[in-house]
């Protein structure tokens, strides 16, 4: 399956991928809030796996995987049973989180792959570390990784842009998958002098260049009829500008490009990646640009 092209209708298939634990209670309802406004279909994915604290009991007194997997149907369909949409229940079993959700995302043609973040610290590191870096890199969907509670539908969305390839794709996504609207371009930057000791940085230096950086970019990013995108530009390094700016201003969705040679993915993958929602105190769209390498 290839990713979805921003020019794409409205999703028709999300994929919930849920480790039972508290945190991710907060992704289900974002998930069920999805499935309705979009009128999609919901799977609703658990992984099989012994790094379950209640599963790794269960393998070493002996439960075989038959009773592993009606346990995990039953929480799962517990779960569901309140929510106000359907939602179709499938456990997969495998060691690989993130391959496993990469091949159920194929199966189902999935446009959109949502999880969350455990408060446990064992299932919060499995679900926020290694497997959500391994799925930013690697997943041709968009991946919304939940903080918040859905409280209403996203209404302050912004788009963190560094002016690539990256994060335009991330944009049209973006305003595809939200339309009616308006979208905040945030671009935050450093004195080009900054790094000289006597010329001290001014939040003026460049400020003229970059507006139109950011007005080319628009020009040439094709973005939908209708659309509305309020740019803003800060001075300052992007980790706490940006930071600042969603706490200010109430910012509910902040999305990403998550591929190329963008600064902004570099601080949130890798080292950082096991504290990205501490990072960003909103709900997190990555969306991965169609012509990246796994």
Known sequence: ???????????????????????????????????????AELVALNVLAPTAPDQALAWASG?????????????????????PVPATLRIVHGSDAAAAIRDTATAIQADLVI?????????GRLLLGSTVENLARSLP????????????????????????ESSRHALLTTA???????????????????????????????????ESEC?????ASALPAGVKVRPVIEYGPVES?????????????VA????GGSRIMSLLLGSTAAKLLDWLPCDTLLVREPRAKA
Request: glycine residues 4%; contains cysteine.
């Open 176 to 210: 595809r998958l939200f339309p009616g609207r308006e979208l905040i371009l945030y671009h935050a930057y450093a004195s080009p002098l900054a790094g000289l000791a006597d010329a001290p940085p001014s939040p003026g230096d460049g400020i003229v260049a970059k």
């Open 63 to 83: 439960e075989n995987e038959e009773q592993l997997l009606h346990m995990a149907r039953k929480q799962l369909a517990r779960d569901l049973a309140a929510m």
């Open 241 to 253: 500008t940006l930071t600042r700016y969603v706490r200010e201003h109430d910012i509910e969705l």
């Open 215 to 219: 007005a080319a970019f628009l020009a």
């Open 256 to 259: 990403l490009g998550s591929h």
């Open 1 to 39: 399956m290839t990713a979805t092209s921003s020019t794409d209708a409205t999703p028709r298939h999300l994929l919930l991928a849920t480790d039972f634990s508290a945190r991710c209670d907060r992704a289900l309802d974002r998930a069920a809030q999805l499935t309705g406004e979009w009128q």
């Open 141 to 164: 969907q968009p991946l919304l990784v939940v903080h918040d509670r859905a409280r209403q539908a996203y209404r302050r969305i912004l788009v963190a842009s560094d002016f690539s």
């Open 115 to 123: 999880t969350g973040v455990s408060c446990s610290e064992a299932l």
